[in-house]
């Protein structure tokens, strides 16, 4: 006993120098692959910083650093706090040349504050990775993620991501080929004609035409206006400010390290004071009529994209026959016990074997009888509910938010498409692992395994083409408090009829319409009753609230058209970018521009394609943004003396 107290230490010695040699050995044989790419740079957004609720570019700058060329697939995964993958991996192929360094891109979408890693992964099964995290010093601890979107500086290719001056330098070979991944994005600042490609560049336009705000700077080489060329000619106006779609286009005379915070919201906030001027609506008066942040919530109530696919999930769901299952269940119990007892106490001989068949055979029996009134509903088929936000770009292609809820009856592995460009699919969801894979981009995909019963919700983005109508007001009029009291708006070709709701938005307020057709037109005109004002729909937010409630027995739900149709103010506000009950209340609109709600049934070529064989169903916003016509602002700015 003695001598093996003595030699303990020799003996862990021997055993820590085999574990070294052992590791050496394993590290020398290892394949290439575990040292092929090194990650040298990470950019988050536009910025540096995750924004919540957005799919946003996730930039990693990769070296190869081996003699042999790199062509394999590589993974960005969600990580738990303890390191496990959640979620579906999103998946691309890289190719990097020897000793290369190459900028790759994902589209990752963020949910909060509190889920900030992730991994790359590559290798046989994707064994071999490096762990992503957010650069401290871009990190805010007491804000968590910056809920207000990016505003940068649009550098040359060669320039480093760093801040200059005021503000952060976004590369220009950065900028996502779709604009279905700008949505982080807010203003951008431009010294310089980028050079892009068509994708790049038709995705730019895009972001500006939905509501963008470009700062053109003169040329920082020859100091002259910038000259745009091809798909991009429209910013080359000589004007100080002019609008693309509903984006907004300055012009500055001041010199880059010029530009300040401050000095940029004073150059915006005067050219929305010179619009308000155009329609009689005096600045300080708009300014007056918001109301305070403090007497709303300025909170949002956790995320809503993932609650909205919650609640989709609910309007599809196996319909057990609970009483039935309830009554064998006591039976069962019953004859576990006493019902054993009493047989036992029948039997004459062979009690204690008679006993095990007798339960045995109960077990059995009704296994048989739980399987068969509980592998599956009664009634319930494979479906597909869609919740779907549109927005006209320009050319016949409509930007698109898809929530998406596949119910199916027959578990298997499922695909999901779309016809369009630049889909960007997640599950939004940081809780349970997919057996799948996302691959965004042009044809992108998303794989999951679902079984039987069951459903997986999900979110995309996408870019669609389809015919867009003309919008054209034919008359309108503002009484003195600025506010529309009558307005004829035509739609040409005319909208599809089996709508479930439609409403106009100016400033503020929500104005009930009717819709009537002629040669092939759509004419809607306000109505005399049905005025809102925006803010009544605060509550929307609050995530107590519940379209399908439970019972003991299962669900008691209205009908689908009626859940569909509550689902609507949610999907305004939505649509409108507010997350907030004080954003909602203190919501003013563009004052010489309206927005044409229409909520109808899906049209075909919005619908997924998939394997899953089951119907599709559920509503579309379309969101019309139209501007007032300048000659009648003009009108209705004459002073009443004239």
Wanted: hydrophobic fraction near 35%; glycine fraction near 6%.
């Amino acid at each position: 006993m003695n001598y093996y107290l003595r030699n303990i230490p020799r003996i862990i010695s021997r055993a820590l120098k085999l574990r070294i040699l052992v590791g050496t050995v394993l590290i020398i044989l290892l394949p290439g692959p575990v040292f092929a790419i090194d990650i040298e740079e990470v950019v988050w957004g536009f910025n540096n910083q995750q924004t919540r609720s957005k799919c946003i570019p996730l930039s990693i700058l990769l070296r190869n650093n081996t003699p042999e060329a790199f062509d394999e697939p590589v993974q960005l995964n969600r990580l738990q706090y303890g390191g496990s993958k959640v979620g579906a991996p999103l998946i691309r192929k890289v190719f990097l040349a020897p000793f290369s360094s190459q900028w790759v891109q994902f589209y990752p979408y963020i949910i909060d504050s509190y889920q900030a890693d992730w991994s790359l992964n590559w290798g046989p099964r994707f064994i071999y990775g490096q762990k992503l995290t957010r650069a401290e010093n871009n990190i805010d601890s007491n804000s968590g993620l910056d809920p207000v979107r990016s505003r940068v500086i649009l550098s040359r290719s060669d320039a480093l991501v760093k801040k200059a001056g005021h503000f952060k330098q976004f590369p220009e070979e950065l900028f996502p080929p779709s604009v279905t991944a700008t949505d982080s994005l807010d203003e951008i600042i431009i010294g310089h004609v980028p050079r892009w490609d068509a994708a790049r560049k038709v995705s730019f336009m895009d972001w500006l035409y939905q509501g963008g705000v470009v700062h053109l700077l003169p040329d920082d080489m020859t100091g002259e206006n910038l000259i745009f060329t091809t798909s991009m000619v429209e910013l080359n106006s000589p004007l100080e400010f002019f609008r693309i779609g509903e984006g907004l286009v300055i012009r500055h005379t001041l010199k880059m390290s010029q530009l300040t915070e401050n000095a940029l919201n004073t150059v915006v906030n005067a050219v929305h004071d010179k619009e308000a001027e155009n329609i009689r609506i005096h600045p300080s008066e708009a300014r007056q009529s918001k109301t305070g942040d403090s007497q709303y919530n300025s909170n949002s109530y956790g995320d809503f994209n993932s609650r909205l696919m919650h609640q989709l999930s609910d309007l599809t769901h196996p319909d057990h026959n609970w009483p039935l299952i309830y009554l064998m269940s006591l039976l069962y119990v019953f004859m576990i016990f006493p019902g054993c007892f009493l047989f036992n106490k029948r039997q004459k001989s062979s009690r204690y074997r008679n006993s095990l068949l007798f339960i045995l055979f109960t077990v059995v029996c009704f296994s048989t009888i739980f399987w068969s009134i509980g592998k599956r509903g009664y009634g319930e088929k494979t479906t597909i509910n869609s919740l779907l936000v549109a927005e006209p770009l320009q050319g016949n292609y409509f930007d698109t938010t898809c929530w998406i809820n596949s119910f199916v009856t027959d578990g298997g592995k499922y695909r999901f498409t779309s016809t369009g460009e630049g889909s960007l699919f997640t599950t939004a969801q940081e809780t349970e692992r997919i057996n799948g894979f996302i691959a965004n981009g042009t044809d992108g995909i998303f794989q999951a395994d679902i079984p039987a019963f069951t459903s997986r919700p999900f979110l995309y983005r996408i870019k669609i083409p389809f015919t867009k109508p003309e919008c054209h007001i034919v008359d309108y009029q503002l009484n003195p408090d600025g506010n529309l009291e009558a307005l004829t708006l035509e739609v040409q070709p005319a909208l599809p009829a089996s709508h479930a709701r439609m409403q106009i938005l100016f400033r503020e307020k929500l104005y009930s319409v009717s819709q009537t057709e002629k040669n092939n037109s759509s004419i809607f005109k306000l109505k005399q009753e049905g005025i809102l004002p925006l803010a009544a729909w605060r509550t929307k937010l609050d995530g107590n609230s519940n379209y399908v409630t439970r019972n003991s027995y299962g669900y008691e739900e209205k009908e689908i058209s009626a859940v569909y149709s509550e689902l609507y103010e949610a999907l305004v506000i939505k649509s409108l970018d507010l997350n907030t009950e004080a954003q909602v209340a203190n919501y003013r609109g563009h004052p010489s521009r309206i927005k044409l709600f229409y909520y109808c049934d899906i049209p075909d070529e919005f619908k997924l394609k998939t394997d899953v064989l089951g119907d599709q169903q559920g509503r579309i916003l379309f969101v019309y943004d139209v501007a007032l016509p300048e000659k009648k602002i003009a009108e209705n700015n004459e002073s009443p003396d004239q």
